[in-house]
Protein backbone atom coordinates (compact mmCIF):
# COMPACT_ATOMS: atom_id res chain seq x y z
CA UNK A 1 0.00 0.00 0.00
CA UNK A 2 1.37 3.49 -1.01
CA UNK A 3 2.61 5.68 1.98
CA UNK A 4 -0.15 8.83 2.17
CA UNK A 5 0.87 11.99 0.59
CA UNK A 6 0.83 14.05 3.71
CA UNK A 7 3.17 11.82 5.37
CA UNK A 8 5.39 11.45 2.56
CA UNK A 9 5.62 15.58 2.60
CA UNK A 10 5.83 15.72 6.48
CA UNK A 11 8.80 13.40 6.24
CA UNK A 12 10.83 15.75 3.59
CA UNK A 13 9.81 19.00 5.75
CA UNK A 14 11.01 17.14 8.45
CA UNK A 15 14.46 16.20 6.89
CA UNK A 16 14.69 20.26 5.87
CA UNK A 17 13.40 21.85 9.32
CA UNK A 18 16.04 19.88 11.09
CA UNK A 19 19.33 20.26 8.61
CA UNK A 20 18.74 24.01 9.81
CA UNK A 21 18.04 23.15 13.45
CA UNK A 22 20.72 22.73 15.96
CA UNK A 23 20.33 18.74 16.01
CA UNK A 24 22.61 16.32 15.50
CA UNK A 25 21.02 14.69 12.52
CA UNK A 26 24.13 12.18 11.59
CA UNK A 27 22.73 10.36 15.44
CA UNK A 28 18.94 11.57 15.19
CA UNK A 29 17.14 8.33 16.37
CA UNK A 30 14.76 10.08 18.49
CA UNK A 31 11.68 8.75 20.39
CA UNK A 32 8.23 10.80 19.96
CA UNK A 33 7.66 12.93 23.31
CA UNK A 34 10.81 12.83 25.18
CA UNK A 35 11.91 16.19 23.89
CA UNK A 36 9.40 18.48 23.63
CA UNK A 37 12.15 20.98 21.92
CA UNK A 38 12.63 18.32 19.21
CA UNK A 39 8.90 17.33 18.79
CA UNK A 40 7.83 20.85 18.21
CA UNK A 41 10.36 21.03 14.62
CA UNK A 42 7.97 18.35 13.45
CA UNK A 43 4.74 19.18 15.36
CA UNK A 44 4.89 22.63 13.78
CA UNK A 45 5.17 22.00 10.01
CA UNK A 46 2.69 22.45 7.59
CA UNK A 47 2.12 18.70 7.16
CA UNK A 48 2.14 17.66 10.26
CA UNK A 49 -2.19 17.69 11.03
CA UNK A 50 -2.54 16.12 7.84
CA UNK A 51 0.01 13.22 8.10
CA UNK A 52 -2.03 12.49 11.93
CA UNK A 53 -5.08 12.50 10.24
CA UNK A 54 -4.00 10.12 7.77
CA UNK A 55 -1.92 7.68 9.82
CA UNK A 56 -4.94 7.27 12.53
CA UNK A 57 -7.27 6.67 9.77
CA UNK A 58 -5.77 3.31 8.88
CA UNK A 59 -8.06 0.84 10.06
CA UNK A 60 -7.49 -1.02 13.33
CA UNK A 61 -5.03 1.91 14.72
CA UNK A 62 -7.64 2.98 17.50
CA UNK A 63 -8.31 -0.32 18.43
CA UNK A 64 -5.15 -1.35 18.85
CA UNK A 65 -3.57 1.70 19.44
CA UNK A 66 -5.62 4.29 20.43
CA UNK A 67 -7.32 7.36 19.04
CA UNK A 68 -6.06 10.34 17.21
CA UNK A 69 -6.13 12.40 20.40
CA UNK A 70 -4.38 9.90 22.17
CA UNK A 71 -2.29 8.79 19.71
CA UNK A 72 -1.70 10.86 17.13
CA UNK A 73 1.56 12.83 17.85
CA UNK A 74 3.15 10.28 18.69
CA UNK A 75 2.56 8.13 15.73
CA UNK A 76 3.65 10.92 13.46
CA UNK A 77 6.52 11.60 15.01
CA UNK A 78 8.04 8.33 15.46
CA UNK A 79 7.45 7.95 11.82
CA UNK A 80 9.80 10.79 10.70
CA UNK A 81 12.05 9.98 13.41
CA UNK A 82 12.60 6.11 12.15
CA UNK A 83 13.61 8.05 8.76
CA UNK A 84 17.14 9.54 10.56
CA UNK A 85 20.03 9.88 10.47
CA UNK A 86 19.77 11.27 7.21
CA UNK A 87 21.36 14.43 6.02
CA UNK A 88 18.96 15.39 2.88
CA UNK A 89 16.07 14.64 1.47
CA UNK A 90 17.28 12.15 -1.22
CA UNK A 91 15.86 8.44 -1.03
CA UNK A 92 13.18 9.75 1.79
CA UNK A 93 10.45 8.32 -0.74
CA UNK A 94 11.76 5.06 -0.89
CA UNK A 95 12.91 4.92 3.03
CA UNK A 96 9.21 6.09 3.96
CA UNK A 97 7.78 3.09 1.29
CA UNK A 98 10.16 0.81 3.50
CA UNK A 99 8.57 2.31 6.60
CA UNK A 100 4.90 2.34 5.69
CA UNK A 101 5.22 -0.77 4.75
CA UNK A 102 6.73 -1.77 8.44
CA UNK A 103 4.13 -0.07 10.29
CA UNK A 104 1.55 -1.86 8.57
CA UNK A 105 2.41 -5.00 9.00
CA UNK A 106 3.15 -4.43 12.75
CA UNK A 107 -0.69 -2.57 12.86
CA UNK A 108 -1.40 -6.50 11.26
CA UNK A 109 -0.38 -8.59 14.20
CA UNK A 110 -2.65 -8.80 16.96
CA UNK A 111 -0.23 -9.04 20.04
CA UNK A 112 2.66 -7.30 21.35
CA UNK A 113 5.83 -10.00 21.28
CA UNK A 114 8.01 -10.05 24.17
CA UNK A 115 11.10 -11.67 24.31
CA UNK A 116 14.19 -12.17 27.02
CA UNK A 117 17.77 -13.54 27.02
CA UNK A 118 19.99 -14.01 29.68
CA UNK A 119 23.50 -16.13 29.70
CA UNK A 120 23.93 -19.55 30.59
CA UNK A 121 26.70 -21.00 33.10
CA UNK A 122 28.54 -24.21 33.36
CA UNK A 123 26.35 -25.34 30.67
CA UNK A 124 26.70 -27.14 27.27
CA UNK A 125 24.70 -29.30 24.97
CA UNK A 126 25.51 -33.37 24.71
CA UNK A 127 26.64 -34.21 20.94
CA UNK A 128 23.20 -34.94 18.92
CA UNK A 129 20.91 -32.75 21.12
CA UNK A 130 19.58 -29.93 18.65
CA UNK A 131 20.18 -26.33 18.54
CA UNK A 132 17.99 -24.19 19.83
CA UNK A 133 16.30 -26.39 22.43
CA UNK A 134 12.59 -25.67 22.70
CA UNK A 135 11.13 -26.36 25.84
CA UNK A 136 7.36 -25.11 27.65
CA UNK A 137 6.32 -21.76 28.15
CA UNK A 138 8.03 -20.09 25.71
CA UNK A 139 11.86 -20.60 27.20
CA UNK A 140 14.36 -22.09 24.51
CA UNK A 141 17.99 -22.73 25.03
CA UNK A 142 20.30 -21.53 21.97
CA UNK A 143 23.74 -21.36 21.26
CA UNK A 144 25.01 -17.21 21.57
CA UNK A 145 24.28 -15.71 18.18
CA UNK A 146 24.45 -11.82 18.01
CA UNK A 147 23.24 -12.18 14.80
CA UNK A 148 20.29 -14.39 15.78
CA UNK A 149 19.58 -12.14 18.98
CA UNK A 150 19.48 -8.66 16.78
CA UNK A 151 16.76 -10.44 14.74
CA UNK A 152 14.80 -11.19 17.82
CA UNK A 153 14.96 -7.52 18.97
CA UNK A 154 17.47 -7.54 21.17
CA UNK A 155 19.58 -4.08 20.26
CA UNK A 156 23.10 -3.48 20.80
CA UNK A 157 23.22 -1.70 24.25
CA UNK A 158 21.79 -5.19 25.24
CA UNK A 159 24.16 -7.38 23.53
CA UNK A 160 26.90 -4.68 24.90
CA UNK A 161 25.67 -5.56 28.45
CA UNK A 162 25.97 -9.74 28.31
CA UNK A 163 29.02 -9.68 26.39
CA UNK A 164 30.18 -7.90 30.09
CA UNK A 165 27.99 -10.25 31.73
CA UNK A 166 29.41 -13.24 29.85
CA UNK A 167 33.42 -11.91 30.86
CA UNK A 168 32.96 -10.81 34.08
CA UNK A 169 32.81 -14.41 36.17
CA UNK A 170 34.14 -18.54 35.97
CA UNK A 171 32.01 -21.21 33.96
CA UNK A 172 30.83 -18.78 30.84
CA UNK A 173 29.45 -20.57 28.50
CA UNK A 174 28.35 -20.34 24.80
CA UNK A 175 24.60 -20.72 25.61
CA UNK A 176 21.98 -18.06 26.32
CA UNK A 177 18.07 -19.02 27.72
CA UNK A 178 15.54 -17.52 25.80
CA UNK A 179 11.83 -16.25 26.65
CA UNK A 180 8.66 -15.10 24.46
CA UNK A 181 5.36 -14.54 25.33
CA UNK A 182 2.91 -12.14 23.61
CA UNK A 183 0.14 -9.57 25.02
CA UNK A 184 -3.36 -8.13 23.31
CA UNK A 185 -2.49 -4.81 22.04
CA UNK A 186 -5.53 -2.05 23.57
CA UNK A 187 -4.59 1.12 23.99
CA UNK A 188 -3.67 1.03 27.64
CA UNK A 189 -0.54 -1.14 26.92
CA UNK A 190 0.83 0.95 23.82
CA UNK A 191 4.35 2.08 25.51
CA UNK A 192 4.63 -0.46 28.17
CA UNK A 193 7.39 -3.11 29.03
CA UNK A 194 6.73 -7.07 30.20
CA UNK A 195 9.46 -8.21 32.45
CA UNK A 196 7.40 -11.62 33.73
CA UNK A 197 9.03 -13.77 31.13
CA UNK A 198 11.94 -14.42 33.99
CA UNK A 199 9.55 -16.40 36.36
CA UNK A 200 8.71 -18.84 33.07
CA UNK A 201 12.75 -19.05 32.32
CA UNK A 202 13.71 -19.27 36.34
CA UNK A 203 10.84 -22.53 36.00
CA UNK A 204 12.48 -23.70 33.59
CA UNK A 205 16.26 -23.36 34.93
CA UNK A 206 14.67 -25.14 37.92
CA UNK A 207 13.64 -27.85 35.98
CA UNK A 208 16.77 -28.44 34.49
CA UNK A 209 18.30 -28.82 37.71
CA UNK A 210 16.45 -31.35 39.03
CA UNK A 211 16.77 -33.73 35.96
CA UNK A 212 20.62 -33.93 36.12
CA UNK A 213 24.26 -32.85 37.98
CA UNK A 214 25.95 -29.82 37.38
CA UNK A 215 26.23 -26.20 38.47
CA UNK A 216 24.01 -24.29 35.94
CA UNK A 217 23.22 -20.93 36.74
CA UNK A 218 21.80 -18.24 34.90
CA UNK A 219 22.63 -14.47 34.74
CA UNK A 220 20.65 -11.15 34.74
CA UNK A 221 17.80 -11.35 32.10
CA UNK A 222 17.38 -8.42 29.21
CA UNK A 223 14.13 -7.94 28.18
CA UNK A 224 12.70 -5.82 24.51
CA UNK A 225 9.24 -5.83 22.42
CA UNK A 226 10.34 -6.97 19.48
CA UNK A 227 8.37 -5.18 16.19
CA UNK A 228 8.52 -3.57 12.82
CA UNK A 229 7.55 0.06 13.91
CA UNK A 230 8.78 1.30 16.94
CA UNK A 231 5.18 2.84 18.09
CA UNK A 232 6.82 4.82 20.71
CA UNK A 233 8.56 2.72 23.65
CA UNK A 234 12.40 4.01 22.78
CA UNK A 235 15.09 1.68 22.72
CA UNK A 236 15.45 0.93 26.42
CA UNK A 237 15.75 -2.42 27.31
CA UNK A 238 14.25 -3.76 30.42
CA UNK A 239 16.62 -5.86 33.00
CA UNK A 240 15.71 -7.95 35.94
CA UNK A 241 17.76 -10.77 37.84
CA UNK A 242 21.38 -10.35 39.69
CA UNK A 243 24.95 -11.23 38.44
CA UNK A 244 26.28 -13.50 40.61
CA UNK A 245 30.45 -14.15 40.36
CA UNK A 246 31.17 -17.86 39.50
CA UNK A 247 33.71 -19.04 40.75
CA UNK A 248 34.59 -22.93 39.58
CA UNK A 249 31.54 -25.22 39.40
CA UNK A 250 31.16 -28.40 37.32
CA UNK A 251 29.52 -28.79 33.70
CA UNK A 252 25.93 -29.31 33.03
CA UNK A 253 25.60 -31.34 30.06
CA UNK A 254 22.22 -31.69 28.48
CA UNK A 255 21.02 -34.79 26.80
CA UNK A 256 17.96 -35.47 24.63
CA UNK A 257 16.52 -37.35 27.47
CA UNK A 258 17.14 -34.53 30.25
CA UNK A 259 15.68 -31.87 28.25
CA UNK A 260 12.69 -33.81 27.39
CA UNK A 261 12.23 -34.77 31.53
CA UNK A 262 12.68 -31.15 32.24
CA UNK A 263 9.77 -30.21 29.61
CA UNK A 264 7.54 -32.53 31.46
CA UNK A 265 8.20 -30.92 34.69
CA UNK A 266 7.54 -27.34 33.99
CA UNK A 267 3.95 -27.55 34.10
CA UNK A 268 3.43 -29.28 37.49
CA UNK A 269 6.57 -26.63 38.52
CA UNK A 270 3.75 -24.06 37.60
CA UNK A 271 1.01 -25.20 39.31
CA UNK A 272 3.06 -25.72 42.29
CA UNK A 273 3.81 -21.95 42.43
CA UNK A 274 0.01 -21.33 41.72
CA UNK A 275 -0.74 -23.08 44.22
CA UNK A 276 -3.56 -25.40 42.23
CA UNK A 277 -1.90 -28.31 43.84
CA UNK A 278 -4.29 -28.73 46.86
CA UNK A 279 -2.50 -30.12 50.05
CA UNK A 280 1.14 -31.37 48.61
CA UNK A 281 3.26 -33.86 50.75
CA UNK A 282 5.94 -31.72 52.29
CA UNK A 283 6.33 -28.14 51.70
CA UNK A 284 7.72 -28.29 47.91
CA UNK A 285 7.91 -24.57 47.62
CA UNK A 286 10.18 -24.24 50.64
CA UNK A 287 11.94 -27.39 49.49
CA UNK A 288 12.57 -26.02 46.18
CA UNK A 289 14.12 -22.85 46.98
CA UNK A 290 16.31 -24.46 49.09
CA UNK A 291 17.43 -26.60 46.54
CA UNK A 292 17.62 -23.30 43.98
CA UNK A 293 19.71 -21.67 46.74
CA UNK A 294 22.98 -23.97 46.78
CA UNK A 295 23.04 -22.95 43.26
CA UNK A 296 22.45 -19.26 43.78
CA UNK A 297 23.54 -18.00 47.00
CA UNK A 298 26.62 -15.79 46.94
CA UNK A 299 29.48 -15.98 47.88
CA UNK A 300 29.55 -20.12 47.07
CA UNK A 301 30.65 -22.12 49.96
CA UNK A 302 30.19 -26.08 50.91
CA UNK A 303 29.08 -25.19 53.93
CA UNK A 304 25.78 -23.08 52.83
CA UNK A 305 25.57 -25.34 50.09
CA UNK A 306 24.78 -28.30 53.05
CA UNK A 307 22.81 -25.91 54.71
CA UNK A 308 20.51 -25.42 52.31
CA UNK A 309 20.23 -29.20 50.75
CA UNK A 310 19.46 -30.44 54.16
CA UNK A 311 16.70 -27.61 54.44
CA UNK A 312 15.51 -29.18 51.53
CA UNK A 313 15.37 -32.66 52.60
CA UNK A 314 13.65 -31.22 55.87
CA UNK A 315 10.86 -29.47 54.14
CA UNK A 316 10.08 -32.45 51.73
CA UNK A 317 10.74 -35.38 54.77
CA UNK A 318 11.25 -33.94 58.54
CA UNK A 319 8.16 -34.12 60.64
CA UNK A 320 8.52 -32.93 64.21
CA UNK A 321 11.90 -32.81 66.02
CA UNK A 322 12.28 -35.64 67.97
CA UNK A 323 14.66 -37.83 66.54
CA UNK A 324 15.08 -35.71 63.17
CA UNK A 325 18.28 -37.02 62.58
CA UNK A 326 17.34 -40.85 62.48
CA UNK A 327 14.15 -40.03 60.74
CA UNK A 328 15.06 -37.96 57.44
CA UNK A 329 18.23 -40.01 57.19
CA UNK A 330 15.95 -43.52 57.28
CA UNK A 331 13.33 -42.05 55.17
CA UNK A 332 16.29 -41.00 52.34
CA UNK A 333 17.35 -43.89 52.49
CA UNK A 334 14.33 -45.90 52.37
CA UNK A 335 12.95 -44.14 48.92
CA UNK A 336 16.17 -43.54 47.18
CA UNK A 337 18.09 -46.84 47.91
CA UNK A 338 16.90 -49.81 45.99
CA UNK A 339 19.54 -52.54 47.57
CA UNK A 340 19.86 -52.94 51.07
CA UNK A 341 23.83 -52.00 50.57
CA UNK A 342 22.65 -49.04 49.16
CA UNK A 343 20.45 -47.65 51.42
CA UNK A 344 22.62 -48.32 54.42
CA UNK A 345 25.19 -46.00 52.74
CA UNK A 346 22.68 -43.55 52.14
CA UNK A 347 21.65 -43.87 55.42
CA UNK A 348 24.52 -43.08 57.27
CA UNK A 349 25.67 -40.50 54.32
CA UNK A 350 22.61 -38.68 55.65
CA UNK A 351 23.51 -38.58 59.46
CA UNK A 352 27.31 -37.64 58.29
CA UNK A 353 25.57 -34.47 56.64
CA UNK A 354 23.34 -34.01 59.31
CA UNK A 355 25.58 -33.91 61.85
CA UNK A 356 27.85 -31.68 59.54
CA UNK A 357 24.78 -29.35 59.06
CA UNK A 358 24.42 -29.09 62.77
CA UNK A 359 27.58 -28.59 63.82
CA UNK A 360 27.77 -25.65 61.22
CA UNK A 361 24.43 -23.63 62.32
CA UNK A 362 25.56 -24.17 65.57
CA UNK A 363 29.09 -22.65 64.62
CA UNK A 364 31.22 -25.21 65.71
CA UNK A 365 34.57 -25.32 64.02
CA UNK A 366 34.56 -27.81 61.94
CA UNK A 367 37.74 -30.40 62.21
CA UNK A 368 38.92 -34.00 60.54
CA UNK A 369 36.47 -35.94 58.63
CA UNK A 370 33.38 -33.14 58.91
CA UNK A 371 35.26 -31.12 56.87
CA UNK A 372 35.81 -34.04 54.17
CA UNK A 373 31.58 -34.03 54.13
CA UNK A 374 31.76 -30.35 52.73
CA UNK A 375 33.89 -31.72 49.79
CA UNK A 376 31.59 -34.13 49.01
CA UNK A 377 28.07 -31.38 49.06
CA UNK A 378 27.51 -32.27 45.31
CA UNK A 379 26.78 -36.23 46.01
CA UNK A 380 24.18 -34.52 49.28
CA UNK A 381 22.51 -32.33 46.80
CA UNK A 382 22.46 -35.06 44.23
CA UNK A 383 20.72 -37.39 46.64
CA UNK A 384 17.90 -34.25 47.41
CA UNK A 385 17.81 -33.62 43.92
CA UNK A 386 16.41 -37.29 43.18
CA UNK A 387 13.88 -36.56 45.62
CA UNK A 388 12.54 -33.27 44.86
CA UNK A 389 12.51 -34.37 40.92
CA UNK A 390 10.10 -37.53 42.25
CA UNK A 391 8.05 -35.50 44.30
CA UNK A 392 7.13 -33.10 41.91
CA UNK A 393 5.96 -35.84 39.45
CA UNK A 394 3.28 -36.60 42.10
CA UNK A 395 2.48 -33.08 41.95
CA UNK A 396 1.26 -33.85 38.69
CA UNK A 397 -0.23 -36.26 38.91
CA UNK A 398 -1.78 -36.13 42.80
CA UNK A 399 -2.46 -39.54 44.34
CA UNK A 400 -4.80 -40.69 46.92
CA UNK A 401 -3.25 -42.52 48.28
CA UNK A 402 0.72 -41.44 48.95
CA UNK A 403 -1.18 -37.95 49.88
CA UNK A 404 0.43 -35.79 52.75
CA UNK A 405 -1.07 -37.87 55.77
CA UNK A 406 0.63 -40.80 54.20
CA UNK A 407 3.91 -39.27 53.80
CA UNK A 408 3.76 -37.57 57.66
CA UNK A 409 1.65 -40.29 59.43
CA UNK A 410 2.95 -43.84 57.89
CA UNK A 411 5.82 -43.66 55.54
CA UNK A 412 8.11 -44.82 58.91
CA UNK A 413 5.73 -47.70 59.05
CA UNK A 414 5.83 -48.82 55.20
CA UNK A 415 9.96 -48.22 54.38
CA UNK A 416 9.80 -51.60 56.99
CA UNK A 417 8.12 -53.96 54.40
CA UNK A 418 10.26 -54.61 51.13
CA UNK A 419 6.85 -54.77 48.98
CA UNK A 420 4.91 -51.26 50.44
CA UNK A 421 8.62 -49.61 49.91
CA UNK A 422 8.53 -50.33 46.27
CA UNK A 423 5.30 -49.60 46.03
CA UNK A 424 5.99 -46.14 47.43
CA UNK A 425 9.05 -45.81 44.70
CA UNK A 426 7.34 -46.77 41.97
CA UNK A 427 4.20 -44.40 42.48
CA UNK A 428 7.57 -41.85 42.79
CA UNK A 429 9.71 -42.65 40.21
CA UNK A 430 12.21 -44.08 41.92
CA UNK A 431 11.92 -48.08 41.49
CA UNK A 432 14.10 -49.32 38.63
CA UNK A 433 11.68 -49.80 35.06
Known amino acids: EEVPEPLFSLAMEAVKAIAVSAEDITTLRATALFNTVRDSIVQSLPSFTAAKDAICEVPLVEERYGSRDQIGDRLALQF ?18 RLWRRFLAELSIPVWVFRGVANLRNFTLDAGVPDPVRMADGVSIRGRSFGALTSLGFNEATLEAMTEDWSGGGGSSQYVICVEHNQKKTPDNLILGDSTGITCAQRALTCLRLVGPGDIMMGPMWFTRSGKFNV ?27 ASTARTLQAPARSIEDCDYKDPPGNIDLALRSFNSTYDRFPRRSDSQLLDTITAAEAL ?28 QIFDAMKRYYDVRSKTVHGDRLRGWRLQVLEDVDAARDLIRRLLL ?44
Do not use: C, H, N
Open 80 to 97: VYQLFPRTDQRGVRQDAR
Open 390 to 433: AFVRLAASPSDTYDRKFFEEKLDSVLQDDQARRQVMRALGLARS
Open 317 to 344: LGTGTAELTFKLSLRVAGLLGRTTEERL
Open 232 to 258: GRGSSVGRSGWQIPTVGGSAFVLTRRM
